[in-house]
């Protein structure tokens, strides 16, 4: 069983920076991918950042140069740092990990950039 809890949502202006954090628990695999999406109202759950156990990124080309996602394997935790937000960044922001053949999910944080 794993769990993951993800901290640091909130409201911001635009143009401004937030921080998210992901801490995950239970057996967690030395081999993993751990990542951030993000929804809106109506629309489906969309790719923002992934990194993998050995520090490889990904990034949607809608926060590239933006955000930064980071990881610290030793408390299986992950970061996205969010810059220079837009309204258009505003959504839930939920937390996954990959492992095996299993993904698992956190229970969203709001994140909301006011113009």
């Known amino acids: 069983q794993v769990q993951l809890v993800e901290s640091g949502g909130g409201l911001v202006q635009a143009g401004g920076s937030l921080r998210l954090s992901c801490a995950a628990s239970g057996i967690i695999r030395s081999i993993n991918i751990m990542g951030w999406y993000r929804q809106t109202p109506g629309a489906e759950r969309e790719l923002v950042a992934l990194i993998t156990s050995g520090g490889n990124t990904t990034y949607s080309d809608s926060v590239r140069g933006r955000f930064a996602i980071s990881r610290d394997n030793a408390k299986n935790t992950v970061y996205l740092q969010m810059n220079s937000l837009k309204p258009g960044d505003t959504a839930v922001y939920y937390c996954?990990?990959?492992?095996?053949?299993?993904?698992?999910w956190g229970q969203g944080t709001q994140v909301t950039v006011s113009s």
């Open positions: 996954n990990l990959r492992q095996d053949v299993n993904g698992y």
